[in-house]
């Protein structure tokens, strides 16, 4: 379930897991929407896409898309108790969390970050944020299959850091926690 919400304000989006039953809430712009192209991202989304019901996020080429949001403009609205956290391995700084009423990926946090990074496979096809660059193509052997359509990066650019670091800023340089008690193992 996915869409503005009748009579709320035009710039919160509620957006949700597959079957519905976890939702989120995202109230502004992303600071940037991205598709990553690391071997972690990868990884995941492929060890994700096997739970039982779940549906692969990468697109065709095998990047993970996602808009990166400031973590205080994401609230989830139902479903808390439905989130999972899933990390490649136990020391993993980075950690997904997926909607276990239906498998679904819902975001990506990386350790210490102010951002939450949305997958967009959130949104339905027709307002979900179109992507303004690939990241970490350097991972790839072969980057001949990537479209043009978007700057394809070796890295994260200064603008991307520089994009994050406003946000951080604008923030306060706050870091709220986004609190997920149980733990997916896949």
């Known amino acids: 379930m996915s869409g503005t919400e009748p009579g709320a304000n035009a710039a919160t989006t509620v957006i949700g897991c597959a079957c519905g039953r976890t939702r989120l809430e995202a109230s502004g712009a992303p600071i940037l929407v991205s598709e990553c192209l690391c071997d972690s991202c990868n990884a995941a989304a492929a060890r994700l896409a096997a739970l039982p019901g779940a549906r692969d996020i990468r697109t065709s080429y095998g990047a993970t898309p996602c808009a990166e949001y400031r973590k205080d403009r994401i609230r989830v609205v139902s479903g808390a108790e439905r989130l999972a956290e899933f990390r490649l391995s136990a020391d993993a700084g980075t ?30 096809q027709a307002t979900r944020p179109k992507a303004q660059m690939r990241t970490m193509t350097g991972d790839l ?21 520089a994009k994050l670091l406003g ?18 193992d896949a």
């Open 95 to 124: 950690r997904r969390v997926v909607a276990t009423c239906c498998n679904t990926p819902v975001f990506l946090e990386l350790k210490g970050a102010h951002w939450l990074s949305v997958y967009l496979h959130l949104w339905p």
């Open 141 to 161: 052997a072969d980057t001949s299959q990537l479209p043009n359509d978007i700057p394809n990066l070796k890295s994260q650019s200064l603008s991307f850091y």
């Open 167 to 184: 946000a951080w800023i604008a923030m306060g340089l706050r870091n709220p926690k986004i609190e997920v008690k149980e733990k997916l």
